[in-house]
């Protein structure tokens, strides 16, 4: 299984950047995937994931943040706008492979892609 993350950057506060995470080594469209981040010093936590019920996000990116796939091209998306500094972070791509109720339960996903660095100015 490999997840390889792409479109981290520099961006001013309240500029937008779309993430994409290319998926190999398994059935794309069985698994839900999801996006999480860290920032410095701080834990790993949950952004956005989706799987066959549609969408789900943190509550600090909703209406924000937009998480698409494309499984054609086994490739996740997580659209950024309103960025804030508050946001940078690595971001991570993530397969889900054991089932917990919560989807953002990190304890779900497995595999994990190698990182991209996001980081905002004010």
């Known amino acids: 299984v490999q997840l390889q993350a792409s479109g981290g950057g520099l961006v001013q506060a309240g500029g937008s950047l779309r993430l994409s995470c290319t998926a190999s080594?398994?059935?794309?469209?069985?698994?839900?995937m999801g996006w999480f981040r860290q920032p410095p010093g701080k834990e790993r936590e949950f952004v956005a994931a989706i799987s066959r019920p549609g969408p789900e996000y943190a509550d600090s990116v909703k209406g924000r943040f937009t998480i698409t796939r494309e499984n054609a091209k086994n490739t996740v998306y997580l659209q950024m706008n309103s960025l804030k500094p508050e946001d940078s972070a690595i971001y991570y791509c993530?397969?889900?492979?054991?089932?917990?109720?919560?989807?953002?339960?990190?304890?779900?996903?497995?595999?994990w892609g190698q990182g991209t660095q996001v980081t905002v100015s004010s």
């Open positions: 993530a397969r889900r492979t054991i089932y917990y109720h919560d989807i953002g339960d990190r304890r779900g996903y497995n595999d």
């Open positions: 080594g398994f059935i794309f469209y069985n698994y839900a």
